[in-house]
């Protein structure tokens, strides 16, 4: 499936207006982690998936920032500094993804609220210079979103294969 990639300047950013009615939890070392494990467990339940979030936790590499609407995690989003497996970016850039919203809550908002919440999360740290995020040609609903955030195509595209 090709993947479209996308980019914004984080100093060029500017704030959205966020839902009232959403808190965010900002997951950026283990102590958050576990200060929040109900949530965590309750998302994710006892996978392998929180494990390696708790595991990027504890390496500093990511940070995870979740919605949470009534008592749920409703949309996660992981941004990872420095590094991408799929296209080359400078050490002072983000990567943000995988971007998940439950299905229930879908179509209300929250992926773009939990974006929103990343890049203001970015634009507090005056080191990082672009956050990136790729999507695959056929999710049309969060290139509408990203495109909403004014991120821009990049010339980059490439091609990851089916799980």
Excluded: W
Excluded at 67 to 88: A, H, M, P
Excluded at 145 to 150: A, E, G, P, T, Y
């Amino acid at each position: 499936m090709k993947q479209f990639v996308y980019k914004i300047a984080i100093d060029e950013y500017t704030d959205k207006k966020i839902s009232d009615d959403v808190n965010f939890i900002i997951f950026d070392n283990i102590f958050a982690g576990l200060k929040n494990i109900q949530l965590l467990v309750k998302r994710y339940n006892f996978s392998l998936t929180l494990i390696k979030i708790l595991v990027k936790l504890i390496l500093k590499r990511n940070v995870l920032i979740t919605v949470v609407f009534e008592n749920n995690i409703v949309n996660d989003s992981l941004i990872s500094f420095g590094k991408c497996d799929y296209y080359q970016i400078e050490e002072n850039d983000s990567i943000i993804g995988p971007v998940y919203t439950s299905s229930k809550y879908r179509g209300k908002g929250f992926a773009t609220s939990g974006l929103s919440k990343c890049l203001e999360y970015l634009k507090h740290n005056p080191r990082m210079k672009f956050a990136y995020i790729d999507t695959s040609e056929d999710n049309l609903a969060m290139q509408s979103i990203i495109q909403k955030l004014n991120f821009t195509l990049c010339a980059k595209s490439y091609f990851r294969s089916q799980k």
